[in-house]
């Protein structure tokens, strides 16, 4: 075996990608919305076991951001001018539709791997508005590890699903700045 080979399989290498492309979109649509933290931006499990080794073999990205407390009004124009940022950097929009009771979905896009929605939720609790973005699930190899963006609040935690955090630059959990 050749020692300089590279080691990193075709889904680790797609992985590395949807996560760089979500750092790249994140910020501005977060912009668009006029916030200015991401809530979360990390590589998740679509297992849902808590075992390190068995939540890292089946894995997409997740990023999202949102506000409670939004008016029908205001979420509508927070989804407008997140579409208008969207479609300017490329995305297409697709089909709109409720997700789920009391959730209205005002726009949706897909660009490359990535998914957007963006949901108004109203009914028993605060009205919100979120935008999440979404990749699809991925088989990983045996020794994957999941990685989380530095934007997301909880990079550096002691979380055991990602170990390679810089635990240096864990911030209690505070959102971040978003890049310029």
Not at 68 to 81: N, P
Not at 127 to 146: K, W, Y
Request: glycine share 8%; net charge negative.
């Amino acid at each position: 075996m050749n020692p300089d080979a590279d080691t990193t399989s075709d889904a680790e290498a797609r992985s590395a990608e949807q996560g760089r492309a979500m750092e790249a979109e994140i910020p501005d649509l977060v912009r668009a919305a006029g916030w200015d933290s991401v809530g979360q931006l990390a590589e998740n499990s679509c297992l849902g076991d808590p075992d390190p080794e068995q939540a890292s073999r089946k894995t997409h990205w997740t990023g999202a951001s949102g506000r409670v407390g939004v008016s029908r009004e205001d979420a509508e124009i927070a989804a407008e001018r997140i579409q208008d940022a969207a479609e300017q950097r490329g995305w297409e929009p697709l089909k709109r539709g409720n997700t789920a009771p009391n959730s209205e979905n005002l726009y949706a896009a897909a660009k490359g791997d990535l998914a957007l929605a963006v949901t108004y939720t109203s009914g028993t609790g605060r009205p919100g508005l979120s935008l999440q973005l979404s990749t699809d699930c991925l088989e990983m190899p045996a020794g994957h590890t999941m990685t989380r963006s530095v934007l997301d609040p909880m990079y550096g935690s002691a979380d055991p699903l990602y170990p390679n955090d810089d635990r240096s630059k864990f911030s209690n959990g505070e959102p971040k700045p978003l890049p310029e």
